[in-house]
């Protein structure tokens, strides 16, 4: 054992992150498809999200994956008339989207929550007033979103019936991606740094927009625009010609219940891959036993007679100590952290030993 501490000077400690990515993907036949009944999919009785998991919600194996749920600002056009034709859970939906609103984009000078800005910038009046919302499990998000590497697969144009595997109604499949992300992502969130979603790379330009996505949040922001004819409204089979007609977007932004506005995110739904990030913050402690440092144990058993057992009966031989085991203190000299050495480390006055310890966390 030790019988002396040394301090750590300013070159001893270094500190170092690293980022670990991994491939995440969920695939549309989890979402809608895949357990009889949509048994993988949880609803509420407040009827404000619904929960999408990767085997039925009851089994203890299920993992949570995302939720889904829509709204809209107010003034947005889809409240209804002054004669109290409003929509149907009209203050839920326009609580929904300025509860994300007022998380995700900041409160303007006067205090007030502002609307989701197309192009990110908040300056002018192109706005998302009507938004799918879909939260993705910190199970999948880790720390963050790898910027650049979102990409959903999206039907733009559906009119399949709900709770068939036959889905030859969905039509005009494109690949949403956050494509340039990597380096032109936008800041002024107070959750921290977000993308914006284009159709193609080919369309990324602020203006194009169709949506963002919050990195450190794991929040996809969708306009409601990117749908033309929303899927299950009022339990209607959306393969009939009357009800693509009839449920066309701005119906089912006022005539559907969140629920089946969820139901229609779903069944649109063919893909949604992308990266996780962890970040893996390390400190390095570079121990350093110098020549004349660490040569000597206090351990009873070092001696016998007063003589250095590892010294033999040799009275001209070099002390000599192992080395086993590092220990971190603070500067009270209590111990916070060990660190074991694979083999003993011989340590006498004519060599000196660098441990490094590392810590991750």
């Known amino acids: 054992m030790a019988s002396t501490f040394k301090t750590f000077l300013s070159n001893d400690i270094a500190t170092t992150k690293t980022l670990l ?54 003034g947005s056009g889809y409240e209804g008339n002054s004669l109290g034709d409003l929509s149907e859970q009209n203050s839920k939906k326009v609580n929904i989207y300025n509860q994300f609103a007022q998380v995700l984009v900041p409160y303007d000078i006067s205090g007030n929550i502002q609307q989701f800005d197309r192009d990110g910038d908040l300056t002018d009046g192109d706005k998302m007033d009507s938004c799918y919302f879909i939260t993705l499990s910190r199970l999948l998000t880790k720390d963050e979103i790898k910027k650049g590497s979102f990409r959903f697969t999206f039907y733009m144009n559906c009119t399949g019936t709900v709770g068939l595997l036959n889905t030859g109604g969905r039509i005009h499949k494109t690949v949403l991606g956050d494509y340039g992300a990597a380096t032109s992502f936008k800041v002024n969130s107070p959750t921290g740094e977000y993308g914006l979603i284009y159709t193609s790379s080919a369309a990324a330009n602020a203006s194009s927009s169709v949506g963002h996505i919050y990195y450190q949040a794991g929040v996809i922001v969708l306009t409601s625009s990117i749908v033309k004819n929303q899927m299950p409204m009022g339990g209607v089979a959306l393969d009939s010609p009357a009800a693509s007609l009839t449920n066309s977007l ?86 916070l952290a060990t660190a074991k050495l694979s083999e003993p480390l011989k340590k006498a006055p004519s060599n000196e030993i660098t441990l490094r310890v590392r810590l991750d966390y």
């Open 21 to 74: 990515h991994e491939a995440i993907p969920v695939t549309g036949t989890i979402v809608s498809g895949t357990y009889a009944g949509d048994a993988n999919i949880k609803t509420f009785s407040h009827g404000m999200f619904e929960s999408v998991y990767d085997y039925p919600y009851l089994s203890s194996s299920a993992n949570h994956i995302f939720d889904i749920t829509a709204g809209y600002a107010t």
């Open 250 to 335: 701005s119906s089912s932004f006022r005539s559907g219940t969140i629920k089946e506005i969820a139901d229609g995110v779903r069944y649109a739904f063919d893909d949604i891959e992308f990266n996780n990030t962890t970040e893996l913050n390390s400190t390095m402690y570079f121990c350093r036993a110098n020549t004349g440092e660490y040569n000597y144990s206090s351990n009873p058993t070092y001696l016998d007679s007063s003589k250095i057992v590892v010294k033999g009966n040799n009275a001209f031989e070099e002390p000599v100590s192992y080395i086993t085991t590092v220990g971190l203190y603070s500067a009270d000299n209590e111990l």
